[in-house]
């Protein structure tokens, strides 16, 4: 628990990517032996029933694509901002006593 809390947004995005990556293995594997499973049975509404399952799996999937695509794309903003902020500051060269900074002249 207290790892958590010593990681940067970026390593804890990372984690994330990493154990979404594994959820979905873990699912795909899971919805292709339940559609396989489901014609299987003889009895249709075991067989209805675990079809279904295999739909909320997909289901699942779908919005787990979506929660990947928006930490990704969350994290290509932070690092973009993070670069304009660095390049803003980056010819910052001197403080003055009363807070003000000049530019340094970079040609």
């Given at each position: 628990m207290g790892k958590r809390s010593e990681q940067t947004?970026?390593?804890m995005a990372e984690e994330t990517?990493?154990?979404i990556k594994e959820f979905r293995l873990y699912l795909e594997?899971?919805?292709?032996?339940l559609s396989s499973m489901s014609k299987k049975?003889?009895?249709k509404e075991i067989a209805q029933g675990v079809g279904?399952?295999?739909t909320g799996i997909h289901e699942a999937l779908t919005?787990?694509?979506?929660?990947?695509?928006v930490i990704e794309k969350t994290e290509r903003?932070?690092?973009?901002?993070?670069?304009?902020?660095s390049d803003e500051t980056g010819g910052l060269d001197e403080s003055h006593s009363d807070g003000r900074t000049s530019l340094s002249a970079s040609t």
């Open positions: 947004p970026h390593e990517l990493g154990a594997g899971v919805e292709k032996n049975f003889a009895n279904f399952a295999a919005y787990l694509a979506i929660v990947k695509k903003m932070v690092a973009k901002k993070a670069i304009v902020s």
